[in-house]
């Protein structure tokens, strides 16, 4: 078989059972891989309406048919799950080398169902699969997971774990792997706790056959020089990595800054890719086959690790009011040690500040760290005791939206489907924050990046302000986005490739026969069965919907003073364009046309 | 690309107009210039001052707002430069 395996893994860890199933090739095809295809699995294996910390979700690791190729960046994997965090359809991506090395093994995902009596974790060594006692790894941090596993397991092998986190069930946790990279958002960390797996540490010695090597080497050679060529791929990001973009994203007067109240931070520069570079930069960091190479290693005092990226320096940073790059890598590595998203994280703890600020959370709570925004100690303090839930800890992991709805105030958590917003605020790109509306995991920026359009110029320049066209514009990103993902490609590759590059590679790869055209439908397709999975779970077009402020508080001052987001003027087109109707639900047509039912 | 770092200000037209540059385009230059321009200036005039290529500029806003090379500017404007910039 090229490109895929054909070979799904299918654990109970309840009956201690493990079975190799065939991969439905045709199903593949038509889901592509990785976040399509587990997408359909879940939505055929699981009720949507499940408890997603009950035994009854079911956990999917999955790789897409590039994993593991020499395609460029072709090393992502994909926890897909129900997410305990919004209670929709999860898939969460990470790049590193564990995806990749599943492949190796003989796998193209990775089913894990019901729950361990106590804590375990799996061993996989190609066709050997254990699941292994992990009373010994309960408890501890990430490092020390990963070194305890690449002791005790095969030489070389590779480790995706969760931290304390994930074990307190904490709707935020992430899952790593590679120690320091992320499978991030949604809470996937805690679906792994939740089932009492640790861990799975995996080693293998098979290789990805490729359907047309000639073809490859042709449409690689094509790619390799279009990611080389392309400023942001080529240059922007292998220099400055992700947080190169907080000036920009400042500059334009978008950078949400003391939980969403403002959007301009004066000491932007002091958390900036620039200085990141000049003053705490070790080395950089590549993931499998990535010629991008964005990955930062920095180190502060007695701390290093991975990151931190832009993300996680905007959340700790201007939405926390704090200006401490130093704070911040230290507040970034005990999220990667506690398996916390860092986006969730600072956000929450900005939720917090502001709740703070006005009262509802009082000093007693608090273990005389108090939350005020431009606390930098407070970042590094709360994010440990939210790892390991500790006192007013516990409240925090639950993520901004729990929090806030405990102290009566949700309108001050700045979250979508209970997501918590990443780094843009709408307000200021139209388009982007329609996307926020509209993604089906939830507030996220990684599912239809408008940014890109609207802020960078790529692929063209459009008016950020502008409402014309953006429904559609829309639509395409998050097609094409499934498209990336589910192909185990990183979407970083999209400032440099287009949709006739990806389709090109998954031709020379697997042998398929799609077009520019017919990749983007297999895209909608992705989008369209995540949606239904999402109303069948009970979350609705009510749902899809801003924060208040965003919508009625216009930012007060910088570049974009005086717009909110007008979303109401946005989402009947865009559920227009999509072919839903204007409750926002995929039509019988429309499903019929994307092949997802037929008749 | 210039090794030197001006002495402020530069241009010596009436009309200041502050010019934030960021990344590469820091080099040698510094982060934050006034420049001293003429009446109908244009971004283009301020590039030419700090020797900047065109083609290494591909994010050009005047007060936080996208603009081109040709547009006029104005006394207290903010000009910032940024060279391909991205991420997520």
Redesign the interface.
Known sequence: MYGYKGKILRVNLKEKTTKVEELDLEKARKYIGGRGLSSKILSEEIDPKVDPLSPENKLILTTGPLTGTPTPTGGRYMAVTKSPLTGAVACSNSGGHWGAELKFAGYDAIIVEDKADSPVYINIEDDRVEIRDASHLWGKVVSETTKILEEECAEKVKVLTIGPAGENLSKIASIMNDVDRAAGRSGVGAVMGSKNLKAIAVKGSSKVDVYDPDKLKEVFSKCMKKIKENGVTGEGLPTYGTAVLVNIINENGIFPTNNFQTAYFEKADDISGETLAEKYLVKREACYRCPIGCGRYCKVDDIEGGGPEYETVWAFGADCGVSDLEAIIKANFWCNEMGLDTISAGATIATAMELYEKGYIKDDELDGIPLKFGNAEAIIEWTKKMGRAEGFGAKLAEGAYRLADMYGAPELSMTVKKLELPAYDPRGVQGHGLQYATANRGGCHVRGYLISPEILGLPEKLDRFSLEGKAQWVKIFQDLTAVIDSLGLCLFTSFALNAEDYSQLFNAVCGTEYTAETILEAGERIWNIEKIFNLKAGIDSSQDKLPKRLLEEPIPEGPSKGWVHKLEDLLPKYYEVRGWDENGVPTEDRLKELKIITG | MGKKVYNLPLGGGSMKVKV?L???L?EGRG?ELMVELEEGDTPQKVIDILNIKKEDV??L?I????AEFDAKLAEGDVL?L???????
């Open positions: 934030k960021f990344t590469t820091r982060k591909a994010i806003l007060n936080g707002r996208s910032s940024f060279p391909p910039v991205g991420g997520g």
